[in-house]
């Protein structure tokens, strides 16, 4: 198992929001930065271009349906600050932007919680369609209860389990994906008048607690069949989730050492799925600052780190934490309330350093670039040194890479750090098949999902049932 | 008035759906036809560039979510004709198509039945950011029950009246686009560190019978604003919303006489609801199929209505009327039973033609091409000498033309009828601002909802609650 790490492929996404200020509020002020943009189709293809020749494997657009409002109690601080507000739907540029790249992939947040899994499949279907198969789906339930509110969520909706509703709604999505449609049920036969052979496709008859969804799926199978699976969140439940259906997982990240101990739970929690834990491709979030020099680079994140904005790293950890930090000074040390949920909030910055008492003041400025992921600060030999540390030693797959400016921090990357790497043998030239699930598992395995996937058991069941219906007639 | 309407403009949309038989089921059999490559990017950005350049205002694009499973009691006649399955989602394409055209708007069908509002809208608005203002929404209310069946609606909502939730759903909307954000609100001063002004952005706070929607909307404004609302459907209900709501309204036709009392019902009706009748552009379903002479366009239909579908166009029919004409043979008259739902769905055949007695037969080589909409062969002058008698006869605003095989059929449109609109001063030359609504009512009005528009209300509200709150300070 060693031996396949040694020298192995660093996957790289690029992390971006169809916002202002997704994980640096206040670096909008910076004169280099362009995310005001966002509304402009331009920004999208120059981005996707920039990034399809530097060799990322997709560009991960995060996406919420609330406002960040628990930071004194209001919106104001997200408002003034841009962060995450305004936001647009990360879905609309995705087509634009693929016309214009060969092989990036877009994986796309949609939270489940406010769609029918009938509809969204189709959603999906006709992006992996349009895109030749390069699409991923960031699976997320919210977690903003500012959404909730204004999307209709009733009291029942909000005591349930909200991954046991995500797991009705895959397996309903996987039913329409892998098991309604043959491979060859679009004949386009036109000498018999047959467009599709109503014998080859079937109902999906699902009931279910949650989903109720009788009928066949209305879209003809794409190149992936089943948009590569993306997760994000480390919770408990989240990595069970995560180990079971993930493709791609992203957690956070302060050291790699402490990482080493969710990456391995969370592979041995696939294994225990019966699946490939290396089938797992697993990303933490980090922010480089590079620059051809060690000298300049570090002056390239004093200068960015001094637009940080305290108001609106705090707004946005309040969204994220639930704590409200402006009811302390900002030198005031936290204190660890021993609630569960205070815990799991400030978890983070003790791990950073379980020796500081984290003041308002450094935890604002840790969050300022790049929110909870570690910032690298170097040359592009001391970038690259320092990803693969982390590769090597949390046992990581790559990287879900944020920016500070945009797209300043992703062509930094991709002029400096992209070249080094490709030069250590982590980013190999492309080759085989160009869908993103091909990207990240290999041509070997073709387009569609592994055979130890629960997406792959509706497939064998579609087989199955053909089969035990004999030789079929065109009917 | 008549005046005004001498030589009027004539405004052109192209109907297409993400399927291979939309109107004209069994026409992809024709060597000629693309439809097939509904799945493929380059075929939406090979179609926008066509009507960009063929001068026409917009892209129309149908869209179900069901299947039509009414004729014989089961979706196959529908599977084996391709008609409107398999079909994919209408709106991911739009990006990339108006990446590719400089004015050709988008009109894209969304029932608001399976949204909540707070989510659409907000995808509407990026899209009509990314397209700088070229975006309607065709507003529908699910009608295939085959749709609702896979799509989770319990009881209530079918018992619920339709056009009574599409009155809130947009009433809803018209809070989030016109009264939540001023004009001014996001100010990006680099200097003070605000993004946007807290105080220039309001809670919508509604509280309504079906949406409670309390907060702020999540979006900047974009350059519409309200995209422009398309509405199609002709039942009085659905007249009475075209004309509180419908900036294009789009309804079936068979003769210019029947349709100038639909139209003149429309009219008034907006008269009614305080708006000019004529600021509601009024279309018509038309399929033209045409070449250089009279005679060689007849011989292209003669060689196009031979590739259509018998049980596809009793399949499309099925699901559009809810009645089932495999019960009779093909060559026997259908029985005029006298109930509303059967006279509703043959309406439109003893409108055509009253004094026959309409055979299945009849009725498929009817809607063969182009649907319900009448079908003009002939040569460019010929074609346009129709187009005008039915402007004038009619008092419509133009025609939603629809394809035999595409893009053949707009294609020769294109290039044959549009330069003899031109020379007939039908289709001016572009000019002043681009938006889609400024192309419908002239620039003059600029890109904004009209003032007797009901979305202007809000709009009005928003400038009041302003003003009274005095001087703003920027906060």
């Known amino acids: 198992m060693l031996l396949s790490r040694n020298r192995r492929r660093i996957h790289l996404n690029a992390f971006d929001m169809a916002c202002v200020g997704h994980q640096s509020p206040g670096l909008w002020r910076h004169p280099d930065d362009q995310a005001h943009r966002y509304t402009d189709l331009a920004y999208w293809t120059d981005l996707a271009r920039l990034l399809d020749r530097g060799g990322f494997d997709s560009l991960f657009i995060a996406d919420v349906l609330g406002v960040y409002d628990v930071y004194q109690g209001s919106r104001d601080a997200a408002v003034r600050q841009g962060a995450q507000i305004p936001l647009s739907d990360p879905l609309p540029a995705v087509s634009a932007m693929a016309a214009v790249t060969e092989r990036l992939g877009f994986g796309i947040t949609v939270s489940l919680t406010y769609e029918q899994p009938y509809k969204l499949a189709r959603t999906l279907t006709t992006l992996d369609h349009l895109t030749k198969g390069r699409i991923a789906w960031n699976v997320v339930t919210s977690y903003l209860e500012s959404a909730a509110r204004n999307l209709g969520l009733g009291e029942q909706v909000a005591h349930d389990d909200r991954y046991e509703v995500a797991e009705e709604f895959l397996e309903v999505c996987y039913k329409l994906w892998e098991y309604s449609w043959d491979d060859d049920a679009v004949v386009r036969d036109r000498e018999r008048g047959i467009y599709t052979d109503p014998g080859r496709i079937r109902d999906i008859a699902h009931k279910g607690r949650h989903f109720t969804v009788p009928g066949v799926f209305l879209s003809e199978p ?90 609106g790293a705090l707004a946005l950890y309040g969204g994220w934490s639930g704590l409200d930090l402006s009811e302390l000074a900002p030198d005031q040390p936290l204190e660890y309330v021993d609630t569960d949920a205070v815990r799991s909030a400030l978890a983070i910055f003790s791990t950073a350093d379980p020796t500081r008492r984290w003041t308002p003041d450094q935890v604002a400025r840790y969050l300022g670039i790049g929110g909870i992921g570690p910032v690298v600060v170097g040359s592009p030999a ?58 990240l598992h290999g041509a070997a395995g073709g387009p569609r999902v592994r055979e130890d996937h629960p997406a792959a058991r509706h497939r064998e069941l579609a087989i199955r049932e053909r089969e035990s219906a004999g030789t079929h007639q065109l009917s």
């Open 222 to 311: 794409s190149p992936q069949r089943t948009p590569v699976i993306f997760q994000a969140g480390a919770s408990p439940r989240g990595r069970a989730f995560a180990a079971r259906h993930g493709e791609g997982v992203f957690i956070n990240a302060v050291s790699p050492q402490a990482t080493r101990r969710v990456v391995d739970d969370i592979r041995a929690k696939a294994a225990a799925e019966g699946r490939d834990p290396y089938s797992v491709k697993i990303f933490i979030l980090l922010t480089a600052i590079t620059a051809p020099t060690d000298e300049e680079a570090r002056a390239k994140y004093d200068d960015l780190i001094s637009y940080a904005s305290y108001e």
């Open 382 to 439: 001391t970038v690259a040194d320092e990803l693969e540390r982390w590769v090597e030693e949390a046992d990581i797959d790559g990287f879900n890479l944020a920016y500070a400016t945009t797209p300043g921090t992703f062509a930094d990357f991709v002029d400096l750090v992209v070249p080094e790497l490709r030069s250590r043998g982590r980013i190999p030239a492309p080759s085989g098949g160009a869908t993103l699930r091909e990207r």
